[in-house]
């Protein structure tokens, strides 16, 4: 790596696993949410009995994804004991010995409803929660997308999350947060080796951006994860699927079609550290020309 290396900030330089699987679990969400709960637990326990040691859900995994159910199916994480999502990733987690990044459900919190994904290690400990930050407000359509407001439901997280686990440091960002290349900046910057996405793209941008957007926040030669529910899910609001792999290289190592599945896929960070040693970006990066945020703050969990 280049000696002018910025890339300082998450404590874990070299993770502990470097070579491992990743299983993405594309569920079907229903309106009950006692069956999503059960649902995401035999897909984990999938995909932890195929190889992987690190699991991702989906966006809204326990509720289907309209903004007017975020409320009945919330849950406050203040007490993990009266929160059965979370409860439950705490156990399986511990029971399988895998990390999960539990994609995100509703969260409740002083009277504001969050987007949050939470994650758990190895011994159902919970390690990091990120708060959406770019919420999915729609303009006048364009491609004919359905309205969607979220904000009119969900209030903004004000943080980027990095959490440093045995697989490295892993960035989290929810669904839009994809469109914005400068979260994954500085996640990259933060050290990030993984970025991931849990996400429910529309019908209409998912077809024309999903994958580009994947392909491309690999801005600086990392891999990107994301993982969307299922096509049939409840709720009004139609869901693209393809959950996705995506290589240093911004190559699609695997990707899933719309229906319910679990996609194991084999990740070698040692193909990020062959990339950048073709393609030094870092050391290229002309932050005396373009501003850049290397202006770096620990992350939080609020
Ligand atoms: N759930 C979302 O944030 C959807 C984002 C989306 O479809 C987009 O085009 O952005």
Same mark, same amino acid.
């Given at each position: 790596?280049?000696?002018?290396?910025?890339?300082?900030?998450?404590?874990?330089?070299?993770?502990?696993?470097?070579?491992?699987?990743?299983?993405?679990?594309?569920?079907?969400?229903?309106?009950?949410?006692?069956?999503?709960?059960?649902?995401?637990? @035999? #897909?984990?326990?999938?995909?932890?009995?195929? !190889? &992987?040691? *690190? %699991?991702?859900? /989906?966006?809204?995994? +326990?509720?289907?994804?309209?903004?007017?159910?975020?409320?009945?199916?919330?849950?406050?994480?203040?007490?993990?004991?009266?929160?059965?999502?979370?409860?439950?990733?705490?156990?399986?987690?511990?029971?399988?010995?895998?990390?999960?990044?539990?994609?995100?459900?509703?969260?409740?919190?002083?009277?504001?409803?969050?987007?949050?994904?939470?994650?758990?290690?190895?011994?159902?400990?919970?390690?990091?929660?990120?708060?959406?930050?770019?919420?999915?407000?729609?303009?006048?359509?364009?491609?004919?997308?359905?309205?969607?407001?979220?904000?009119?439901?969900?209030?903004?997280?004000?943080?980027?999350?990095?959490?440093?686990?045995?697989?490295?440091?892993?960035?989290?960002?929810?669904?839009?947060?994809?469109?914005?290349? @400068? #979260?994954?900046?500085?996640?990259?910057?933060? !050290? &990030?080796? *993984? %970025?991931?996405? /849990?996400?429910?793209? +529309?019908?209409?941008?998912?077809?024309?951006?999903?994958?580009?957007?994947?392909?491309?926040?690999?801005?600086?030669?990392?891999?990107?994860?994301?993982?969307?529910?299922?096509?049939?899910?409840?709720?009004?609001?139609?869901?693209?699927?393809?959950?996705?792999?995506?290589?240093?290289?911004?190559?699609?190592?695997?990707?899933?079609?719309?229906?319910?599945?679990?996609?194991?896929?084999?990740?070698?960070?040692?193909?990020?550290?062959?990339?950048?040693?073709?393609?030094?970006?870092?050391?290229?990066?002309?932050?005396?020309?373009?501003?850049?945020?290397?202006?770096?703050?620990?992350?939080?969990?609020?």
């Amino acid at each position: 790596m280049a000696s002018n290396s910025k890339r300082t900030v998450c404590p874990l330089q070299i993770p502990k696993i470097t070579q491992f699987k990743i299983g993405i679990c594309q569920l079907k969400v229903t309106t009950e949410k006692s069956a999503n709960i059960l649902k995401a637990r @035999e #897909l984990i326990q999938a995909a932890a009995g195929k !190889g &992987a040691s *690190l %699991i991702l859900l /989906p966006e809204m995994w +326990n509720c289907p994804c309209s903004t007017d159910m975020f409320a009945k199916f919330a849950e406050d994480f203040s007490d993990i004991d009266s929160a059965p999502s979370l409860l439950m990733l705490s156990e399986v987690a511990s029971s399988l010995g895998v990390t999960i990044i539990g994609g995100s459900v509703p969260e409740k919190d002083a009277g504001q409803l969050y987007n949050t994904c939470c994650l758990f290690g190895p011994n159902g400990e919970f390690k990091a929660k990120h708060r959406k930050i770019h919420l999915f407000d729609m303009g006048k359509p364009l491609l004919g997308e359905v309205q969607f407001k979220e904000s009119d439901y969900i209030s903004a997280g004000k943080n980027p999350t990095v959490v440093d686990t045995d697989f490295g440091c892993i960035g989290i960002g929810i669904c839009h947060d994809i469109r914005f290349p @400068e #979260l994954a900046m500085l996640y990259s910057a933060r !050290g &990030a080796q *993984l %970025i991931c996405y /849990p996400g429910a793209f +529309n019908m209409s941008t998912g077809a024309a951006l999903w994958e580009l957007e994947q392909r491309t926040r690999q801005d600086d030669s990392l891999y990107v994860a994301s993982c969307s529910p299922s096509r049939d899910s409840a709720g009004s609001y139609a869901i693209w699927g393809h959950s996705t792999v995506v290589g240093p290289m911004g190559e699609i190592i695997a990707t899933t079609g719309h229906d319910k599945t679990v996609l194991i896929v084999d990740v070698d960070y040692a193909a990020i550290q062959r990339t950048r040693e073709s393609f030094p970006l870092e050391s290229q990066r002309r932050s005396d020309i373009y501003q850049f945020v290397d202006v770096l703050t620990e992350s939080s969990n609020s």
